[in-house]
């Protein structure tokens, strides 16, 4: 039997949606993480800081009898954000950072980005205060190649806003892409890069050979095998810069399995299972603790949690749930189509 003890991870990038989806998957992720980033694309979105202010307590008052949980809210940034109401809910403590969607880019994203330079001035300000941009890096242009989106929105969009306003701290979010991870890793401190753990195990062929798997669809899609093993590089190396953010995307099935599928893997069940798996395979399960729980503290300016996780490797493989069963339907638990023997224990 082979163990780890890492301390508490906490997950940069995370789904919780509201009402009965709400209530069903907060639980998978409270029992492992002690506080996640909070994406505010509900509909409608979370847009002002009273209305994070509100969407907080409903996810505290979803929170099982017992539990210990903090959620880190974030703003959904749209041309009528205003640059105030950001540096209230930033000064509160309340809100930890702000969400770039680019209009049209992925799941409830309507209300986003059209046009940068209507943004500029809350930007300005975050540059100001130190308020960090998640962005969903991916251009919407319908000439440009979804495979291509994530890299397209670095050289047209990111690296020109960086250098407009360079003191402006970035989270590249759930990247994908070889390009995504030499740009993190060249950038200077002020810039992060999380990855999801779906993208450290699924490649485009998962998707696609052998007939289409909806619940292996999300966005940004997943790549070519090169792009995955580089992603694997950046996740094991060590490297600060990159951390785990899970992106973990409920949709009930019915929305999945559907002619227009949602986009979106739910990993909150096992995440830190898959994660132990995947940093054996690759030699460096001391670097998982960094990746899942220091460094994005680091970067986010945030305490380290106290207790700690304890995974155990065991000849059994770990039986996930299928499904988790919420009031508004079952969700599907991510597959990773391999038998995982790492189980977390309490
Ligand atoms: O796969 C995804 N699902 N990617 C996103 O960017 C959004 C998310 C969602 O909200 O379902
Ligand atoms: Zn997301």
């Avoid at 809100?95 to 943004?119: E, F, H, I, M, W």
């Avoid at 739910?266 to 460096?284: I, R």
């Avoid at 729980?293 to 039986?319: C, E, I, M, W």
């Amino acid at each position: 039997m082979q163990e780890i003890v890492i301390r508490r991870p906490d997950d940069w990038h995370l789904h919780l949606r509201d009402g009965a989806v709400l209530k069903g998957v907060l639980p998978e992720t409270a029992r492992h993480f002690a506080r996640a980033i909070v994406m505010p694309n509900l509909v409608p979105p979370v847009v002002t800081a009273a209305q994070a202010g509100a969407y907080r307590d409903r996810i505290l008052a979803a929170l099982p009898e017992g539990a210990t949980f903090e959620p880190l809210m974030t703003l959904y940034l749209t041309e009528g954000t205003e640059p105030a109401d950001v540096a209230a809910a930033a000064a509160s403590g309340l809100v930890k950072a702000v969400k770039l969607y680019p209009a049209g880019a992925t799941t409830n994203s309507q209300s986003g980005v059209r046009d940068l330079d209507r943004v500029m001035p809350v930007l300005e300000t975050m540059a100001e205060i130190g308020l960090p941009l998640c962005t969903h890096g991916e251009v919407t242009t319908p000439e440009v190649d979804i495979f291509d989106r994530e890299a397209v929105f670095i050289d047209t969009v990111l690296d020109p806003l960086r250098r407009r306003l360079p003191s402006l701290r970035v989270v590249m979010e759930h990247i994908t892409t070889e390009q995504g991870v030499a740009y993190a890793a060249e950038a200077g401190e002020g810039l992060a890069a999380t990855i999801t753990t779906h993208h450290l195990i699924l490649n485009r062929n998962n998707i696609l050979v052998g007939g289409i798997k909806p619940h292996y669809y999300c966005l940004p899609v997943a790549k070519r095998e090169h792009h995955r093993l580089a992603l694997r590089r950046a996740a094991t190396s060590g490297n600060p810069r990159y951390f785990l953010g899970t992106d973990s995307a409920p949709h009930v099935d019915a929305l999945k399995e559907h002619a227009c599928g949602c986009a979106g893997c739910f990993t909150a069940t096992n995440t830190m299972a898959l994660l132990a798996h995947v940093f054996e395979e690759d030699g460096a399960l001391d670097r998982l603790e960094g990746f899942a729980s220091l460094h994005g503290p680091a970067f986010y300016g945030l305490p380290l949690n106290d207790g700690t996780l304890r995974l155990v490797k065991r000849d059994q493989p770990h039986a996930f749930p299928e499904k988790i069963f919420t009031e508004a339907g079952p969700i599907t638990v991510f597959n990773p189509g391999f038998p995982v023997h790492w189980h977390v224990e309490a």
